[in-house]
């Protein structure tokens, strides 16, 4: 199994490593060529608007084309952002892979960064998340399943092959939000839904 990591800004080089602590070979994608012959992509946390500007047309097309066609995704913070249909009220001209809407830097600034522990659907109820600038989702459509609520507010979904989360579990040393993502690669791969 090979991962991509869209590399344009954020936390590349973190989520490297939680995947190779599981075993699984990542490539940083730049590119459309650089899609070729992956199972999955993370879209890390970083800044929404500059990976939105850095990633040419062509790329950002071939991204929203893929995700639709059920390509596994993985957006966290930033990436959250990228792939919510609507941002702050407003259609998404970005990815667009799953029917959430979401509100910038809902948790605050930089300042009010935070560490929680969260109870996640399937996952655990002590996993660690760390919140910087997070947005969070403000709704989410029928088929879009909550997997994580901070202080009633969601923070984790996934619709499909996308999956969500507004935190960065990349900066913790927990891997199980990442082992998810394989699985649900995994789980596409013999045909059924991890």
Known sequence: MRIGILGLQGAVREH???????????RVVK????????DGLIVPGGESTTISQLADGELLEQLRATAHEGFPMFGTCAGMILLAKEVDG????????IDIAVARNASGRQVDSFEASLDVDGIGDDVPAVFIRAPYIVRSGPDVKILARHD?????????NVLVCSFHPELTDDVRIHRHFVRMIEGRNVGKEA
């Open 90 to 97: 407003r259609p998404s001209k970005a990815i667009g892979g």
């Open 31 to 38: 590119r459309v060529g650089d899609l070729s012959g992956l």
């Open 16 to 26: 490297a490593s939680s995947l190779s602590r599981l075993g699984i070979e990542s």
């Open 152 to 160: 009633g507010v969601a923070v984790m979904a996934r619709e499909g």
